[in-house]
Nanobody, 116 residues
Framework: QVQLVESGGGLVQPGGSLRLSCAAS????????MNWYRQAPGRERELVAG????????NYADSVKGRFTISRDNTKNTVYLQMNSLKPEDTAVYYC?????????WGQGTQVTVSS
């Protein structure tokens, strides 16, 4: 079965950085677009970033442009989200997502808390 496992979350001060990882298995990773989403308390889950199968095309939510970078390593079946200049409003659970021929799959999420 498709499995996505996020890691790398934690508590960080405003202005700090974190790198999230999403390890994928159960599908041909290099054939699919990967996305990062986040969900803050009381808010809907929102798209943060996406990356095309080969990594040649990326997209970002306006709120994170210039601060976050999505990347992937198809030899490791892993997608990353480098988060710099973190703000308290970035606090959320971050999820990895893929749409395959069998449907959507989500990871369990990793908590990112930005606080002094």
């Amino acid at each position: 079965q498709v499995q996505l496992v996020e890691s790398g979350g934690g508590l960080v001060q405003p202005g700090g950085s974190l790198r999230l990882s999403c390890a994928a298995s159960g599908f041909t990773f290099s054939s699919y677009t990967m996305n990062w989403y986040r969900q803050a308390p009381g808010r809907e889950r929102e798209l943060v970033a996406g990356i095309s199968p080969s990594g040649g095309t990326t997209n970002y939510a306006d709120s994170v442009k210039g601060r976050f970078t999505i990347s992937r390593d198809n030899t490791k079946n892993t997608v990353y989200l480098q988060m710099n200049s973190l703000k308290p409003e970035d606090t959320a659970v971050y999820y990895c997502r893929v749409l395959t021929i069998r449907g959507y799959a989500w990871g369990q999420g990793t908590q990112v808390t930005v606080s002094s």
